[in-house]
């Protein structure tokens, strides 16, 4: 089993549509939780930490369920720029981070 | 805010070749690296640590010999493929660690290798 995964997509959505990313992640212990945001031969970039009480960056909302062992991404009023593919992390360690990367999912937002 | 920067960005070599990239913070001082590598449609994957003044420590079935990790200040880790061949050809990206409060880590812009 991998130690995160992710649907690889891709998700092709209208612009103004709102789209819901999944990630699951196999270690109980894992400390800490982010999205990460990848365009095309580029490096990821931080789009937000996901903390247990859910959190909110404008159009971006993120849920953690530790229980479940579940992370989701809800992006709404989709635009052009937001097509990317997102990363889902997770930080097994406490002090220095130790990131394990999803294989992202793959979203494409059309006019 | 924290900027890392590699160079080269894009290296074509020919295989048996040795390449080095360089990783630098630019405005903060590192006080831990990262090296990963990315083949296409896969997740990125976590080469090695590396603290200055220190040996890297490397993940499972990454060769120390072949990847060479030297981390000589708080703002320098340098990634040396030596004997590089076609299989190496991938994008690593370096990541560098200790210019916030969270441990945030924050990316360079990767190096493309290819190998011929």
């Known amino acids: 089993r991998k130690e995160v995964e992710q649907d690889p997509g891709p998700f092709n959505v209208p612009e103004g549509a709102t789209v819901a990313f999944n990630c699951t992640y196999s270690n109980s212990a894992s400390q800490s939780f982010f999205w990460y945001r990848q365009d095309c031969r580029k490096e990821p970039k931080l789009l937000m930490s996901v903390y247990s009480s859910g959190n909110e960056d404008g159009r971006f909302t993120a849920q953690l369920n530790r229980a479940s062992q579940y992370i989701s991404l809800l992006i709404r009023d989709s635009k052009l720029s937001d097509s990317a593919t997102y990363l889902c992390v997770v930080n097994m360690n406490t002090g220095f981070q130790k990131l394990v990367f999803g294989t992202g999912t793959r979203l494409l937002v059309s006019p | 805010g924290a900027v890392v920067s590699q160079h080269p960005s894009r290296v074509i070599c020919k295989s048996g070749t040795s390449v080095k990239i360089e990783c630098r913070s630019l405005d903060f001082q590192a006080t831990t690296m990262f090296w990963y590598r990315q083949f296409p449609k896969k997740s990125l994957m976590l080469m090695a640590t590396?603290?200055?003044?220190?040996?890297?420590?490397?993940e499972q079935g990454v060769e120390k010999d072949k990847f060479l990790i030297n981390h000589a200040s708080l703002t320098l880790s340098t990634l040396t493929v030596t004997s590089a061949h076609p299989e190496d050809s991938s994008f690593y990206i370096c990541?560098?660690?200790?210019?916030?409060?969270?441990?945030?880590?924050?990316f360079g812009p990767g190096t493309r290798l290819t190998v011929l």
């Open positions: 590396s603290n200055e003044g220190s040996k890297a420590t490397y």
């Open positions: 990541s560098a660690q200790g210019g916030t409060v969270d441990n945030e880590q924050f």
